[in-house]
């Protein structure tokens, strides 16, 4: 045992050190896990607490004495949660749509053709990232009211459904494909528009996936801008429908709890499912924009 | 001939109507609105410069963009700094990696509004913090972290810092991984230690990527709002106002279009600014352009 320890200490430092900086890395990787989730935990503890248990006793406790599901049931009485949920995927699918649609269009010439004011179009476009919205949302408010555009999905969606990003990204993916490509299948009769749709599209389908998490992100949890152009509460998406809760019953906090969950539920769900695409799709973007 | 020439054009208009209508036309309206006197209601007058005058002289307006730089101060090198270890750190291979990246990343799917309930609960006089806080011994009272002027400001800041960590973490991750491991080998044959390689390779190698976080993350912290509306409403007494809520309540709240334009503006320039100091700082440093 001695010998052998003496014949090949590196080894056994080496996994030793090896094995504390694995169990550290654990001990670190637990503790934030803690601290990104810890607020959530108390949400799902406090929804879970019946009437009878005071939520605010101290010290703070996080394991209901009595496990309940009525404050979900009582709230689902009153927040129209399906409502709000198809609001939520009407204005985020057509947004991401659209997006994609007339990012990939002007993004297709200004990769792959050469023509009068290219550059100046092009930079143009990648101006408007400058241009905070805050700014432009008073215009477009005044705008909207003026084209009936208030409560109504088009309102919602319209402003964002081309931005200088999406048009940079995919035209960075249009970029690297070889020109022989658009050639070839020129020679073959295919206009530029079958080009485009039959050839490129497919090609850069790793790009779009990044677009759409992207403008999914951002459109799911807009807040802002809905709150400004919508007032009719049938028209409320699950952020504004979340925040109208809280304020209605600030007395009871079960209920503001389970209503906070039930409306991170279908977004959490559609993350779990591909969570491998999120994270991804990022870090595409990362490179590329 | 002629359609060929045309062909790039067309599938550059609906991006370009979109961008036209919802960017350019509002940002010159927004310009010139700031320039008037316009409550919805009359018609709007022109009167020059008068709001930028009033706007220097609105103790509320400085007041709101101390806030915004405070906020800016505190949040923009937590975000830019804080990512890098949290990349380093789940871009190891050990198992069950892939759960602890998407628990970080939940915070970024997850609206403002809920992160915003949650975090009240953190907050509250009888919360978690507070609890911990008596524990440790730290403080003998607890403290009202979102009711108290001294304190609100900060306590949204934490929720935005924890919001982003797994934004930028993954945008870290993209840039760690386009590293390749030999850099790493070669250091570690010379003798070189953990720090060293993090300070020598990592932190030099992603340079880039610091550049994009740093941009990103301090336009973001900018235009911070949502976060404000949803936890104090700007309160108590104005000490977490920063611009874009200020902003927000002159155009919405007290339909001072004009004045809020002329805000507005000033939030473009300085958005403007901001950008271009990061890239002539981070671009020396990282060697860039």
Redesign the interface.
């Known amino acids: 045992m001695a010998l052998t320890s003496v014949n090949n200490p590196k080894s056994l430092s080496t996994r030793l050190i090896g094995v504390t900086k694995k169990i550290l890395t654990y001990i670190l990787l637990i503790l934030l896990t803690l601290f990104m989730l810890g607020p959530f935990l108390w949400l799902v503890s406090t929804a879970l607490k019946s009437g009878g248990e005071n939520i605010f006793q101290y010290p703070p406790k996080l394991i209901p004495e009595q496990l309940t599901f009525t404050n979900f049931v009582k709230v689902m009485e009153t927040f129209p949660f399906w409502r709000y949920l198809f609001n939520s995927v009407v204005v985020t699918v057509f947004t991401v749509f659209f997006n994609v649609l007339f990012c990939s269009l002007a993004a297709y010439p200004l990769a792959r053709m050469n023509f009068k004011g290219k550059n100046v179009i092009f930079i143009l476009i990648l101006s408007t990232m400058m241009i905070p919205f805050q700014l432009l949302m008073i215009p477009i408010y005044i705008m909207s009211l003026n084209l009936g555009l208030s409560n109504t999905y088009a309102g919602m969606i319209l402003p964002h459904i081309t931005t200088a990003f999406g048009v940079f990204l995919m035209r960075q993916a249009f970029t690297v494909i070889p020109k022989e490509l658009d050639e070839s299948a020129r020679m073959d009769g295919a206009n530029s528009f079958q080009i485009w749709l039959r050839i490129l599209m497919p090609l850069v389908k790793p790009s779009i996936v990044t677009l759409i998490i992207f403008t999914f992100i951002t459109a799911w949890g807009d807040f802002l801008w809905p709150l400004i152009i919508v007032s009719d509460q049938d028209m409320f998406t699950l952020p504004l429908g979340l925040n109208m809760l809280s304020g209605t019953f600030t007395s009871d906090w079960r209920l503001i709890a389970a209503g906070a969950l039930i409306s991170m539920a279908p977004i959490i769900i559609f993350f779990l499912i591909l969570q491998r695409h999120f994270i991804s799709g990022v870090m595409r973007g990362a490179v590329k924009g | 001939m002629n359609r060929q020439?045309l062909?790039?054009?067309l599938?550059?208009i609906?991006?370009?109507i979109?961008?036209g209508?919802?960017?350019?036309?509002?940002?010159m309206?927004?310009i010139w609105?700031s320039l008037t006197e316009y409550n919805?209601i009359q018609d709007a007058e022109f009167i020059g410069l008068d709001n930028y005058e009033t706007l220097f002289q609105d103790d509320l307006f400085w007041q709101t963009l101390m806030n915004t730089f405070i906020y800016l101060i505190g949040v923009v090198p937590a975000l830019v700094i804080v990512p890098i270890f949290?990349a380093v750190?789940?871009n190891?291979k050990?198992k069950g990696i892939?759960f602890?990246?998407?628990?970080?990343?939940?915070?970024?799917?997850?609206?403002?509004?809920?992160?915003g309930?949650?975090?009240d609960?953190?907050y509250?006089e009888?919360?978690?913090l507070n609890?911990a806080l008596e524990?440790a011994g730290i403080i003998s009272e607890p403290i009202g972290w979102l009711t108290s002027t001294s304190t609100a400001l900060f306590a949204v800041m934490v929720v935005t810092i924890?919001k982003g960590?797994?934004?930028y973490m993954?945008?870290y991750?993209?840039?760690l991984?386009?590293i390749h491991s030999d850099l790493y080998e070669a250091a570690r044959i010379d003798g070189a230690n953990w720090w060293q390689q993090i300070t020598r390779i990592t932190i030099p190698m992603l340079m880039p990527?610091i550049l994009?976080v740093s941009i990103m993350s301090s336009?973001s912290a900018?235009?911070v709002?949502?976060e404000i509306?949803?936890m104090t409403g700007g309160g108590p007494l104005h000490s977490s106002e920063t611009l874009?809520f200020f902003?927000?309540n002159e155009?919405?709240a007290n339909l001072n279009?004009g004045y809020?334009?002329a805000a507005?503006?000033i939030?473009?320039l300085l958005?403007?600014i901001l950008?271009i100091i990061n890239i002539k700082f981070m671009g020396k440093k990282g060697n860039l352009t």
Do not use: C, D, N
């Open positions: 020439k062909t790039p054009y599938f550059l609906p991006g370009s979109i961008l209508a919802f960017i350019f036309y509002p940002m309206r927004a609105l919805m949290l750190l789940v190891q050990v892939g602890f990246r998407s628990a970080f990343f939940v915070p970024v799917v997850t609206s403002l509004v809920v992160a309930i949650a975090w609960w953190v509250k009888h919360g978690l609890y524990l924890w960590l797994g934004y993954v945008i991750l993209a840039g991984q386009s990527f994009l336009i900018m235009k709002f949502e509306y949803v874009v902003i927000y155009a919405f279009m809020a334009s507005g503006v939030l473009f958005t403007l950008s």
